[in-house]
């Protein structure tokens, strides 16, 4: 079985800050990390190559840095990594990059099963894996905590609100997965030595014919309006003294605040 | 001079890192109280590859340095003392292999422990054998195409968990130093039993147990190094296992300074944080201090042994100083955290517990005082 699996590189999103003037995040002196929940959807697939045998191929589009989320990837155990680094991709919203990894999967050709992360913690959509199951026009699972798959069959648990639902889907097939299917492995350190040392292959849009006019800026119709972070919490107002003392006190600051008592 | 990791010891390192932050310390004080073996943890570090880093990738390690091994293992002791102590006791039995064992010994025992599908021990100590190591009594007679081994080793770590042992005993007692022989004694062989498990003042985990021979036969071919010559492979495994437990004892000291750091800033008292107040200062400052010279000493050990010097001086440096340093640490560290400091919600008082060991351990401070006195009344009498 050929395994895909779509991972995104993310700032690590604790140190995330946004640049008021362009609205864009600095990620300058930031820590990059995979998409956590990709590494969700990387340990399904090795888990699927460990039962049945199958070849792992991690894809990921993004600048040239991202290529360390791919060798980590490599270091979790993937066979192959493929970048899609192009300066036309600059500007991808969903739609944009779901038709980028759609052309990327038509270039690798005979892949039976794609594997993604439920969303991004950055732009936390969750329109690319369902954006790329219909640019291939196969069937799609999202929200999988478990994946099986066996003669050209995938059956999937979808997590849902109150409820399991176990569906059924023929091969190929996208499937989005959640936090909660698996434990994501800590690679060894002979995969890290040899991840290190891969070879990782570059495509660019014209590799993969792609139309550039469905491309990065061009190709995205999203209008980001304006990013800014929340608003930071400012201290409260601390009470000291007696019961009484701190109930008369609230009570005021909550009038004063134009409630009715 | 060049105090840099290079790229493949920065990658494995911060893997390394990655994997005892988010698997061995949040887990590290219930690995602790739950007094047995931690075998979760030491199937992981066989998962890793950690379990064999210097050993060459020819009998299934990682083919790194020492230097390599020391760094992790500080990581790992930071992270889990317990689970640190299993992988520098580990060592004890690989690195007399690695240095004396031939081709077939590293065939049939070097790799399972390298891969970590086997862990090993070493049993050097005995009721009446500690700092004066040549005073072994446990007798191995050759019979045939065997030894018979008779006696009692004590205080093993990894005992009963661990599958290959390097034993050392006296082949011709008359001889003392110069008559004793290494042999490796697998688990299960007939004859070689467990005895009593030590119960300590800390590492509940840790198993020190005693290994009782009794007509114990283990063939001519596991004999380790020649005949008689076993006090020169246990001595050269103690100059390794030193650098382990300096390792052991630097990764201790650095969980207590950085457990003591952070409650510094958070515990207020006056209307301040009591990081502002000098005397708290001064203990981070000379802990930090500490900490940092202990490591260097370590691995500048480590580092000669990579480069083949002579380092028996070294690393009875590295372990006197990093073990004496693990206790004032962990010492400081509970006093920076008063009244909790010693309750057990927080680790540092197990740390202070811990930090004991060191300086008993592979050679008492004293026998390292002895090992460096002997080096330096010698080197400098001109």
Known sequence: M???VCIKQVPESTEVRVDPETNALIREGVKSIINPVDENAI????????ARGSHVTVVSMGPPQAEEALRQALAMGADEAILLSDPGSRGSDTLATSYALAQIVRKIGDVDLILCGKQAIDGDTGQVGPGLAERLGIPQVTFAISVEAENGKLTARRVLDDFYEVIEVKLPAVVTVVKQANDPRHPSMRNVLKAK???????TLADLDADPKQAGFDGSPTQVVRVWPPEKRSGGRKLDGSADAIADELAKAIGEMGLES | MDFTFNEDQQAVLDAVKEFCDEELAPRAQECDE????PAENVEKLAELDLMGIPVGEEYGGLGMDFLTWSAVGEELSRACTTTGAVFGAHMLALAPIMMFGTDEQKEKFLRPLATGEKVGAFGLTEPGAGSDAAAVATKAVE?????VLNGTKIFISNGGEAEIYVIITTTDPARGARGMTAFVVEKDTPGFEFGKDEKKMAFASLPNRELIFTD???PKENVLGRRNAGFLVAMRTLGVGRIGMATGAVGLARAALEAAVPYSHQRHQFDKPISSFQAIQFMV??????VDCARLLTWRAAWMKDQDMPFEKEAAMAKLYASEVASRVATKAVQIFGGYG????FPVERYMREAKLFEIVEGTSEVQRGVIANHVLRELNK
Request: charged residues 35%.
């Open chain 2, 342 to 345: 010693y309750t057990r919600e």
């Open chain 2, 143 to 147: 019979d045939g195409d065997h030894y």
């Open chain 2, 216 to 218: 114990c036969r283990v």
């Open chain 2, 34 to 37: 739950a007094g047995k073996w």
């Open chain 1, 2 to 4: 050929n395994i895909v």
């Open chain 1, 197 to 203: 040392r891969a070879e990782i292959t570059k495509w």
């Open chain 1, 43 to 50: 340990e399904a697939a090795l888990q699927l190559r460990e």
């Open chain 2, 285 to 290: 400052a000379d802990m930090a201090t500490e």
